[in-house]
């Protein structure tokens, strides 16, 4: 079955930098768009980046253009979030997604906490 599994979040100070990486399994992994979301506490999940399925578009919020980079691995089965300059404003769960045949599939999440 389809699994998505996150990891890479933890405590920065503002300015600081993190790599969030999700796994993926249960899937042609290189056939899909793959999306970064995030949710802050009392919020809404909120898109955060896109990316295409071989990795040659990407898509942002604006809130974190020029700061966040969205990659990926399809070799590893693997997606990325490369995160600098982090704000208290990030502080969120970080969850990678994939649409697939009318269903949404998620990964159990991992916190990021930007706080001094």
């Known amino acids: 079955q389809v699994q998505l599994v996150e990891s890479g979040g933890g405590l920065v100070q503002p300015g600081g930098s993190l790599r969030l990486s999700c796994a993926a399994s249960?899937?042609?992994?290189?056939?899909?768009?793959m999306y970064w979301y995030w949710q802050a506490p009392g919020k809404e999940r909120e898109l955060v980046a896109s990316i295409s399925s071989g990795g040659g578009r990407t898509d942002y919020a604006d809130s974190v253009k020029g700061r966040f980079t969205i990659s990926r691995d399809n070799a590893k089965n693997t997606l990325y979030l490369r995160m600098d300059s982090l704000k208290p404003e990030d502080t969120a769960v970080y969850y990678c997604?994939?649409?697939?045949?009318?269903?949404?599939?998620w990964g159990q999440g991992t916190q990021v906490t930007v706080s001094s």
């Open positions: 997604n994939v649409p697939m045949g009318g269903y949404e599939f």
């Open positions: 249960g899937f042609t992994f290189s056939s899909y768009r």
